[in-house]
């Protein structure tokens, strides 16, 4: 099972988005994307439910890889 850092990055390359698109889509912050996907943070459950949506996955599909 992935992180959720590096499960947010493999889904953001696949969907074939830059991290500024990915943050534009999902109203956040482009560091705050670059943070989540290095695991500095993704606490936040209002914003990475953003990020699902913008990467139009599920919220827990961020933690688990066979739902998306």
Do not use: F, H
Request: no cysteine; proline share 0%; net charge positive.
């Amino acid at each position: 099972m992935l992180d959720i850092g590096t499960r947010v990055k493999k889904l953001r390359t696949e969907r074939q988005l830059t991290v500024r698109q990915l943050a534009a889509r999902a109203g956040v912050s482009v560091s705050y994307v670059y943070a989540v996907e290095s695991g500095k943070r993704g606490s936040n459950l209002s914003k990475l439910e953003r990020i699902a949506q913008a990467l139009d996955v599920s919220l827990t599909a961020l933690w688990d890889e066979g739902r998306d």
